[in-house]
């Protein structure tokens, strides 16, 4: 899995996504305000989940909603993927890192053994309702019968 850059990452825009679980999704009061004053710097980092376990984090990047990571992960030993999910947060410099946004992708439509890249919507919402699109990651994928590598 290769977690390559961010774009349009800031105020949510409206999405017709449905059908995303809601785990490391914000709450109201923790979402609008923390893009308050416009187009600032965001200090970005992603956690990569297979079937609900944190197996890697990319450092925190600084930019202004359009971070690059350029960073790639190799794994192996792992039991049968069903899904992948990157968790997209913003480190804040007083208190608690807070989720911005989340990708899911169903590992069981890709190609073994084949690249997949493109830009993934991070989206924010609740399962059963329209989530909201607050950027994109561009990711490369790849799943093999022995292992999982994003280059």
Request: aromatic content about 10%.
């Amino acid at each position: 899995v290769g977690c390559i850059q961010g774009r349009g990452i800031g105020p949510p825009r409206t999405s017709t996504q449905t059908g995303s679980p809601t785990t490391g999704m914000l709450s109201q009061d923790e979402s609008d305000s923390d893009y308050e004053g416009g187009a600032a710097d965001l200090d970005l980092f992603c956690e990569i989940y297979f079937n609900n376990v944190l197996s890697a984090r990319t450092v925190v990047k600084k930019s202004l909603g359009a971070p690059d990571w350029h960073e790639h992960f190799t794994f192996g030993d792992l039991p049968a993927l069903e899904r992948l999910t990157i968790v997209l947060w913003r480190e804040k410099s007083v208190g608690k890192p807070v989720v911005l946004g989340t990708i899911y992708i169903a590992l069981a439509n890709f190609r073994r053994g084949e690249y997949v890249e493109g830009w993934f919507p991070v989206l924010r919402g609740a399962s059963g309702s329209a989530s909201l699109q607050v950027g994109q990651i561009r990711l490369r994928i790849k799943v093999d019968e022995y292992a999982l590598s994003f280059s």
